[in-house]
């Protein structure tokens, strides 16, 4: 679906938080499109912008189509398109090739347009989760939220910005031992009490027509304790080995993937999911072929070469069970390095999401000189971006004060 909505640069309402319209497609070699949806869903707007390149037909003719390929080689690709796809196309005399979707690729890698306008839903989005971060850290601690009004909290600072379309997933709100969960879903049955002590974790995501975003900030619930300190330390220091990487053109990310986990691996410590996904540019938050995780990840996608253009996340994390989780997550767009006297291509990340990273939670001593810079460095960042955003005086001089210098 999300092939369709990028090749026609259509978008629908027909997935929670993924907005695509349920549809197929059917491109020729020379480039005709048929596409394949219910008529109700085609406004004149979009009928205008497919115009004559694209032809239309009722989503139900689609399974009549697949039987007109007799004595024609069709590609499908077998990780996109469902078994009774292929099915029909080989009962219908076609001969079905094995080949990936063309336009997985093209969609990963960015273009200027893409990378443009999610510049500017992330420094929106920021602003909004910055406003929300400041709400927990002077309302929470006074007892009374629970997982589910955070939660709302944050939907309603995302909606003043008059842009959002959607959240990107359901949102992860998770206080206390339920942030050891790093998939945590809060139901009205699991709400916690965001309690004092405790440290919350909040994993969210908004869908603006110009980008989507990810992003995850853990704040403490009062004063954290030394192992708290500890733990967040060294989930940032593989944050920053991530953020901070130079590799060849090409290095898959399951190659990088240790970066992330070193700080932990010295503590005898690790965490149990992936690095980094893809991310959709007004399309699925979760999106491929490239992914950073261990080189036995299933599914293969860490094993995808890393191109520039490329947008991942950054979301190494640490997760105590029956207490707390920890997890700090950034977008990234991979970019051409230049390096005085290499011999290949060489690519490093941009970090692309803005919003402070709890300074309260991070542990100098712990820190190079180089990774207490890239903190600093980062949080000049982070004031230049959402300052402009932030027209409130208490939320500017609170962003300021999150956003000075560690030393």
Known sequence: LDSIAWALNVRGGDVDHTPVALSYAIVGADGTTDLFVAPDKLDDAVRQHLGNAVRLHDRTAFAAALGTYAGKRVAADPERAVAAIT?????GGAKVLPLRDPVVIAKAIKNPVEISGHRAASARDGAALARFLRWV?????????TELSAAAKLLAFREQTGLLKDTSFDTISATGPHGASPHYHVTEESSAPIEPGQLYLIDSGGQYADGTTDVTRVMPIGE???????????????????????????????????????????????????????????????EGPQRIAAPNYPGGAAMEPLRAGMMLSNEPGYYKAGEYGIRIENL??????????????????????????????????????????????????????????????????WLIAKCAPLR
């Open 224 to 286: 954290p304790t030394e192992e708290m300190r500890d733990r967040f330390t060294r989930v940032l220091k593989g944050h920053i080995g991530i953020a901070t990487a130079v590799f060849p053109d090409g290095t898959m990310g399951g190659q990088i993937d240790a970066f992330a986990r070193r700080p932990l691996w010295e503590a005898g410590l690790d965490f149990a999911h992936g690095t980094g996904h893809g991310i959709g540019a007004y399309l699925a938050v979760h």
């Open 332 to 397: 990234i767009l991979s970019e051409p390095r230049a390096i005085p006297g290499a011999d290949r291509e060489m690519l490093g990340f941009e970090t692309l999401t803005f919003c402070p990273i709890e300074r309260t939670l991070i542990e100098p001593a712990l820190l190079t000189a180089e990774e207490g810079q890239w903190v600093d460095d980062y949080h000049a960042k982070v004031l230049a971006v959402l300052a402009p955003e932030m027209t409130d005086a208490e939320d500017r001089a």
């Open 87 to 91: 099915q029909a196309l080989q009962a």
């Open 137 to 145: 850290e002077i309302e929470c601690v006074k007892g009374g939220q």
